[in-house]
Each structure stands twice: as structure tokens, then as C-alpha cells.
């Protein structure tokens, strides 16, 4: 039987900035944006904070109103990065077989290290204290026969322990949680089993795969599966590609005509191709994100008939797929994304029609690049965001800043 291992840091950035800093140690403290503006949406928080009801992705106010004497500190993601790179030195000292999932998740396969390190729970605790002691932070691990059921073991105590479920566990330590605790249900899949008389893992691990592939097609049958703790994926040390090529933002103030908007999609289109050309990257599938002032989210994407990574062809397609989305209501956030991704150097196909366009825009961009590169993002702007300066809104992330924001959506993620 396979002795999978499933790492969770506990209160990940937290934790990092009470390493640092000790004084925080025990305090109600959370890692947020700026606390003077709209866009200060909560990281995570110290688990001193979550006993006030603070949660991740909650705005500042939100979060002062709930604990007057919280402190706040604004992220420093080149020392998470730091510790997280330390943490997985740690990991691959007892196995090759390192799944890196985020910046403060990982899953180990440590099939046939006993005779080097003990069985899989002690080395599980060895890794525990070797964090602690040599980081000062915390981590759950979870240990079990598959990468499902470890993720679901690190879950169920925290912080700092290492928790351990076996085949014949499942039906008394899973399936008596609610169903959105299974890894691939999120908020809508949960109203639509709650529909149907699903509440509890155990319900759907009850009813009859055929009736929930019936309803929900493929993804019901992978549910099926996974809520009776069946999972075959392997740790894939290779899995830490890059996916897609994204950013967004929560606007300073809600974005009502389509003239604001237009000029927010151009910044983010502009911040998505540089990243793009700076990895050697075009892709193929566009994507937007647009979340109303009443915190509804609507995601939205489209194959295109060709790879890119030139701005304006970014933005062009995130506008067509914008005007046929939004219904016109308020907006406080607009994100733009490129999936579909492939190596510049790869085949390319040529397009008789636009090519010559294609190529304007092509140095454009290059001249954009250099120009910044050298006296800064500022140096050049485009004129279509100069009339409600949209660009100071867009943060230009460096490679070393863009980590993922939350470590684990149980809507999506790769099992």
C-alpha cells in the first residue's frame, strides 16, 4: 500500500511574519493589503485572529469591526517564498517524490522509506519538528494511501499535528463531513448536491455513481469516487508548471460604464503580456473574471483560433468576452488570464490575413518592454488609460511576487 504524506503550513504568511518578529507571537494579527484602501482584503490571519471570526479574503473593515486590536502587516511574498523554498529543501531530505501544490502546500510519496526514516506518521512528525524547530513556524500533516485522503488527514487537525487515515477509517472520519469539505466542491456544487439531498460526504458516497454521473456528468463521477476514498493520481514532482498567466483587481471604487472598465482590462491585459514575453510564453484560452459590488463572481473563458501574447490581442479578446458577460451592474473586481500555454519557439502558425498587424503590435510591445525595463512601469503609458488613469491601479508583479494568494480552492486544484 502506497504511505502518501500531505503538508499543510499552518496560517502560511502569519506564521512567517511571527517567525520574523516575535513580538506578534500570540497576537491577533492578519496579513492584508493596504489598510487605507478598498483593495486591503485579508491574506490569511493568526489563529488568535480567527477565534474573532477573521477569515481569509475578508475585507480590513470586516475584519476591524470583529477585533478592534487586530494588527495588521502588509505581505512580504519574497520572505514566503524564502521560507516555502526552505520548507520544500526539507521535505525532499526523506523523498525525491515532492509534489509541490502551493506555496505552503506539498504532497510526499514515501512508499519504501521506512527502513531510512520509520514508518510514514514518524516521518511525518520528523518533518513537523524539523519546521518548527528550524523555521519557527507550524505544519499539519496529513498521512494516508493517496493524495485525497493525506490533503483531506492535514484538514482535520490543526494546527501542528500529524493526523492519519487508513482505508478502513473513511466511513467513521470522512464521511460524517459536510459535503463541501470534499476536495472539488465548491459553493454552487454544494447548493446543487444540498438540492438533491446531499449534506455529508457520506451521502454522496451512498448514493449509486450512476444516479450522480446522470446529474453531474464526469465531474459527479470523480466526486463519486473521491467521497468513497478512491484516488489512483501519483505525486508528480514535475507538476509545478506554470498553468496560466493571470491578474486582477479590486478597483478603488466601483466600476459603473464600460469606458472604466475597457481602461482596467487594458492595464491587466498590458501586466498579463509582459509576464507572458518574459517567460517565453503564448497562450491560447482567454479568461476574465468580473465580480459585482454584491460580491457575485462570474468566471468566463474562450479557446482562441491562435497562441498570443501581444497585449493587444489580450485585450481585444478579454473585451469581446467582457461585453457578452457583464449585465451591467456595478463592478468591484476585473481579472484577465491566459491558459493554453506554450514555448514561443514552438510552432507557430501564420496568419495570411493580419500578419502585418500582428507584427506592429509586436514591436510595439518590444519598445513598451525595453522603455520600462529601464526607467521604470511609468515611463510609458498607453493614452487610452489616461483618462481616468486606470494604470495606477494595475500592479505589475515580478516573478518572485506572483504566488498564489490562497493555497487551496476546493473548487478547482489537480488531483
Not at 49 to 63: N, S, V
Amino acid at each position: 500500500m502506497r504511505r502518501i504524506l500531505h503538508v499543510d503550513l499552518n496560517a502560511f504568511y502569519a506564521s512567517v511574519e511571527e517567525a520574523k518578529d516575535e513580538s506578534l507571537k500570540g497576537k491577533a494579527i492578519a496579513v492584508a493589503g493596504d489598510k487605507d484602501k478598498r483593495n486591503g482584503i485579508i491574506l490569511t490571519a493568526s489563529y488568535e485572529a480567527r477565534k474573532f471570526g477573521i477569515r481569509t479574503g475578508m475585507t480590513i473593515q470586516e475584519a476591524r469591526n470583529l477585533c478592534p486590536n487586530i494588527i495588521f502587516i502588509k505581505p512580504h511574498f519574497k520572505d514566503y517564498m524564502d521560507y516555502s523554498n526552505r520548507v520544500m529543501d526539507i521535505l525532499r531530505d526523506y523523498t525525491p517524490d515532492v509534489e509541490v501544490f502551493s506555496i505552503d502546500e506539498a504532497w510526499l510519496d514515501v512508499t519504501g522509506c521506512e527502513r531510512l526514516f520509520g514508518d510514514a506518521k514518524k516521518i511525518a512528525d520528523t518533518i513537523r519538528e524539523r519546521i518548527k524547530r528550524e523555521l519557527k513556524i507550524t505544519a499539519s500533516i496529513g498521512v494516508s494511501y493517496c493524495k485525497l485522503m493525506a490533503k483531506m488527514a492535514s484538514d482535520l487537525k490543526k494546527p501542528d499535528a500529524t493526523t492519519v487515515i487508513e482505508p478502513e477509517d473513511i466511513k467513521e472520519k470522512i464521511w460524517p463531513l459536510p459535503v463541501e469539505d470534499l476536495f472539488g466542491v465548491g459553493r454552487r456544487m454544494k447548493r446543487k448536491l444540498n438540492n438533491i439531498g446531499i449534506f455529508t460526504i457520506g451521502d454522496l458516497a451512498n448514493m449509486p455513481m450512476s444516479v450522480i454521473e446522470d446529474k453531474f456528468g464526469k465531474v459527479g463521477r470523480y466526486l463519486w469516487k473521491f467521497a468513497n476514498g478512491i484516488d489512483d493520481s501519483k505525486v508528480n514532482p514535475n507538476s509545478r508548471q506554470i498553468k496560466g498567466i493571470g491578474n486582477s483587481i479590486t478597483t478603488p471604487r466601483n466600476v459603473v460604464n464600460m469606458e472604466e472598465a475597457s481602461e482596467v482590462l487594458m492595464a491587466l491585459s498590458e501586466s498579463v503580456g509582459k509576464r507572458l514575453r518574459e517567460h517565453g510564453l503564448e497562450g491560447s484560452i482567454i479568461e476574465i473574471i468580473i465580480r459585482y459590488s454584491d460580491f457575485t463572481t462570474i468566471i468566463r473563458q474562450r479557446k482562441l483560433c491562435f497562441f498570443t501574447d501581444i497585449t493587444y490581442e489580450i485585450y481585444k479578446s478579454s473585451m469581446k468576452l467582457f461585453n457578452e458577460t457583464w449585465d451591467g451592474r456595478p463592478l468591484r473586481l476585473l481579472g484577465v488570464r491566459i491558459t493554453g500555454l506554450k514555448r514561443c519557439d514552438d510552432f507557430k502558425q501564420i496568419s495570411i490575413f493580419d500578419d502585418d498587424k500582428k507584427i506592429k503590435y509586436e514591436k510595439i510591445d518590444k519598445c513598451i518592454d525595453l522603455i520600462r525595463e529601464k526607467y521604470g512601469y511609468n515611463s510609458v503609458i498607453r493614452a487610452k488609460l489616461l483618462t481616468n488613469e486606470s494604470y495606477r491601479m494595475i500592479k505589475i508583479v515580478s516573478d518572485e511576487e506572483w504566488i498564489p494568494m490562497q493555497s487551496y480552492n476546493k473548487g478547482g486544484g489537480q488531483i
